[in-house]
């Protein structure tokens, strides 16, 4: 266990909303995170970081303070730091989200925040787990446009409908925040998961494309769709506010119905 | 693939550093014509051209009347003339097949009513050479960035192009044949494994990005740091015009994130603290939609007199307020959601407290149009490439006009990865270096033994600290020279860093400690170059001299590392001439 306790005017992050950033106090926040690193040890542990810090920064800011100032071996995924790239998806106290889109105050500070890395996929150091079976999934599904005949030399028409209609869809980041607080895809990771499916729904429902069918029946498959429980973590899960588990439904019905 | 000395070897006939828009761009041209491997430093859809927000320019006219031509004078003038002509004409011309390519590909536009692209405005492009604002800007909401990577990186898969995700290229293998250096490969760290490999290459095209982590307050990721431009600048290759920085007018307030310009495409003002218009005062045209150059200075100015807002009067407000919540939803959803997310603010009802912020490197290695990198003013290094960021060509001249870069990266990606590919069919491999890993082998053992009291973290925040401080929107002689002695200080003391985090596996602790020496190198390159340019032009401007100087300074700088027999090194500044067509260079004013 260690403490950090950093200067009151230090910047490094954001300091705070409105108008009273000037004012922004610090408070004592415990960040309680799952170790892993096999060259160390071979089974993870918990590790307490105490660190002062204000309350409006972000998880990722958090983490960052502890890596730069107190244990740089400590290891995770980062980039953007505002929610777009999609690298710091993890596990925080018990619910998938991204740690640069989580502000401290609102997930209780006044207790141990407990950081894990997500669920589901092999760990390989500390938060930073092997992601290539996630790609995979997805990669499975034919998640391209795909047309037939010849190509107009302009722009394929699409009426602003049609375009609304797979919108939703269009917002994945590929973080694996939702595949990753699947239940079913813990117990079996050859489950597409919803991310695939998410990204299937995407052409499926886009009126330019001509593989509708194909992608259909590979999500017929018995490692498919019908493996969703519609638990709803997935929905919960998404940073983009994507309704995860709308877009698996509508496969489940396009598949039934042969309409989309 | 083989194995010498602990060193994997991997041949290829091409080899792409970098999977943004621009590498993968290059990648699915080079895929069809070559042997390609993809070589990036994160997973290809954590890049950060997902974070481009408002549009890619291109004169379709599907809303109004338009033509390349318009387009290409806004870039030159956009870029304060400092723009080669000849490529801002190819970039103009080529946009309008570079977003149907796209649309082809995939990606989800926005449409117009009758079922074409829709388009909407952006700062500086103007109809018929200035006359208003012009539609230009193909967009998909506010995520035109982020449905780019998404839609190339499909298309990647579909091509089954070969990626080696984590990997992080530290060097540039150049050999030299019959008297002229040839590319011969390049030099990867295995993030996962903390292995080395070399992969030989007849052609190496680098896409790796901008630079603006040296900077505090940046609208780029915590990886951005400009590994491609420092890797090229230690091999001896140019940098051009790296004092040329865009600062993005609508950064969130201390924090630096981006809110795109497209939100005073919809409509939005900015105000300072008595609710004032400002822009009308120095913009009457083009007003809130002025350059980004002309915007930023613009804000400094009114905070500087006094008429920002907040207790500190440091921010001024981005107000969307009159605008219809249900066209916020559609046009802007994701930097509303920035706003309640990162400052509790509904952009409703609420102002936005914004800032300038660190966004583009307008400079970088310079290449001519067909993506060729420069060894000097006009010769190609045989077999390298270079588009995106990381690149001048140079289409943005002194400042960037936004939606171009969006353009740039699939207009020069494109390009770039056809020309390398071409000419990876006819070459001969080069032969590798003696012990060609032997500098990364060397950097990364000194780097995990060091026992130096000097820690990363704390040399990148004087950098980014000396940098905000001197060489952003307002410059002159004085902060330029602080800055140059600091850097200078700072290299210094980055030689007596040590990493805590000593394993071989995911060792991101190292990664950093290899990102800050590249941000050093670049920051030095950037402050010297500014020092030496005493006019005023673009996104360089200079309290001291004022003025756009044409006599003088209508010509890129090239910024040269000497090594002294003693082995001190010095930075050398040369200058090369911009290319001129149609337009002479006149006053700037929108």
């Known amino acids: ?260 | 693939m083989s194995n010498v000395n602990n060193v994997k070897i991997h041949k290829y006939d091409t080899v792409i550093v970098g999977a943004g828009g621009a590498g993968m761009r290059a990648a699915i041209e080079a895929t069809k014509r070559s042997r390609t491997a993809v070589l990036t430093k994160l997973y290809p859809t954590r890049s950060h051209t997902g974070a481009a927000q408002g549009g890619m320019a291109a004169a379709l006219a599907n809303v109004e009347e338009d033509n390349w031509e318009w387009h290409t004078f806004d870039t030159i003038k956009g870029g304060d003339y400092l723009v080669d002509q000849d490529a801002a004409e190819i970039l103009a011309k080529e946009a309008i097949d570079s977003v149907l390519d796209l649309e082809k590909m995939g990606l989800p536009f926005n449409r117009t009513p009758n079922g074409t692209i829709d388009q909407r405005r952006f700062g500086g492009h103007s109809r018929n050479h200035g006359e208003a604002p012009v539609r230009r800007s193909c967009y998909a909401a506010d995520r035109t960035g982020h449905m780019i990577l998404q839609t190339l990186y499909q298309n990647c898969v579909k091509e089954g192009v070969e990626f080696f995700n984590e990997f992080y290229v530290l060097d540039l293998l150049l050999n030299e044949v019959d008297g002229i250096k040839k590319t011969a490969g390049v030099v990867a760290y295995e993030l996962a494994t903390g292995d080395v490999h070399v992969f030989q290459a007849k052609a190496v095209v680098f896409a790796s990005g901008g630079n603006g982590k040296f900077f505090k307050v940046t609208s780029n990721a915590h990886t951005l740091t400009g590994d491609g431009q420092a890797a090229a600048f230690r091999r001896g290759l140019p940098l051009e015009d790296m004092e040329f920085f865009q600062f993005h007018p609508t950064g969130i307030w201390k924090m630096g994130i981006l809110l795109t310009e497209g939100a005073r495409g919809e409509g939005g003002i900015l105000r300072n603290k008595d609710g004032e218009r400002f822009m009308e005062k120095y913009a009457p045209v083009m007003k809130d939609l002025a350059s980004r150059d002309v915007v930023s200075r613009a804000i400094y100015t009114e905070i500087r007199e006094g008429r920002g807002c907040g207790p500190e009067g440091d921010h001024v407000y981005l107000d969307l307020t009159h605008l219809p919540p249900e066209q916020l939803d559609a046009k802007l959803p994701d930097i509303t959601e920035f706003a309640r997310t990162y400052l509790g603010i509904e952009p409703y009802t609420d102002p936005v407290p914004i800032q300038p912020t660190a966004h583009y490197a307008m400079g970088g290695i310079p290449t001519n149009v067909r993506g060729q990198v420069l060894a000097d003013n006009e010769t190609p290094v045989p077999g390298l490439y270079a588009a995106g960021e990381v690149a001048c060509v140079s289409v943005h001249g002194a400042n960037r006009l936004g939606t171009n870069s969006l353009l740039d990266i699939n207009v020069f990606g494109r390009r770039a990865g056809i020309a390398a590919a071409e000419y990876a069919d006819t070459a001969e491999y080069v032969e590798l270096p003696e012990e060609p890993a032997k500098f990364v082998l060397d950097e990364i053992e000194n780097l995990r033994d060091a026992t130096g009291n000097e820690r990363v973290f704390e040399i990148r925040k004087a950098l980014q600290e000396c940098m905000d401080k001197n060489v952003m929107v307002f410059r002159t002689e004085q902060t330029l020279k602080e800055a140059v002695e600091e850097i200078g200080a700072l290299r210094k003391r980055f030689r007596d860093i040590s990493v805590q985090d000593k394993g071989k596996r995911f060792n991101t602790d190292l990664l950093e400690a290899l990102e800050l020496g590249n941000l050093l190198d670049l920051a030095e390159v950037t402050a010297v170059s500014a020092l030496a340019r005493k006019e005023s032009r673009g996104g360089h401007y200079r309290e001291d001299f004022p003025n756009r100087d044409d006599v003088n300074f209508m010509r890129h700088t090239m910024a040269y590392r000497e090594v002294g027999d003693d082995g001190t090194e010095s930075i050398r500044l040369d200058y090369k001439p911009v290319v001129q067509t149609r337009y002479q260079p006149m006053e700037r004013k929108y």
């Open chain 1, 1 to 260: 266990m260690s403490t950090a306790t950093l200067e009151k005017n230090d910047s490094a992050g954001p300091a705070g909303s409105g108008e009273n950033a000037a004012a922004a106090h610090l408070i004592t926040v415990t960040l309680r995170i799952r170790r892993f690193n096999p060259e160390v040890a071979a089974e993870p542990q918990w590790q307490d970081f105490t660190l002062e810090i204000d309350p409006k920064e972000r998880v990722l800011d958090a983490l960052h303070k502890i890596k730069w100032e107190v244990d740089g071996t400590l290891t995770f995924r980062r980039s953007c730091a505002h929610g777009i790239c999609g690298s710091d998806a993890m596990r925080i106290n018990g619910r998938n989200r991204l740690a640069c889109k989580t502000l401290l105050k609102d997930i209780s500070p006044e207790k141990p925040i407990t950081v894990e890395p997500i669920k589901g996929l092999t760990v390989l150091k500390d938060l930073v787990v092997d992601m290539e079976p996630f790609f995979q999934a997805y990669r499975d599904v034919m998640p391209f446009l795909v047309t037939k005949g010849n190509e107009p030399t302009r722009e394929r028409y699409q009426s602003a409908e049609d375009r609304e209609r797979f919108d939703d869809t269009t917002k994945c980041i590929l973080c694996a925040a939702c595949t990753s607080s699947c239940p079913v895809f813990w117990n079996d990771g050859q489950y597409f998961g919803p991310a695939a499916i998410v990204n299937a729904h995407r052409f499926i429902f886009d009126s330019r494309d001509e593989a509708g069918e194909q992608r259909l029946e590979i999500l017929n498959d018995r490692d498919g769709v019908w493996r969703c429980r519609t638990t709803f973590n997935c929905t919960d899960a998404c940073p983009r506010g994507i309704e995860v588990t709308k877009a698996i439904q509508e496969v489940k019905r396009a598949l039934i119905t042969r309409r989309f």
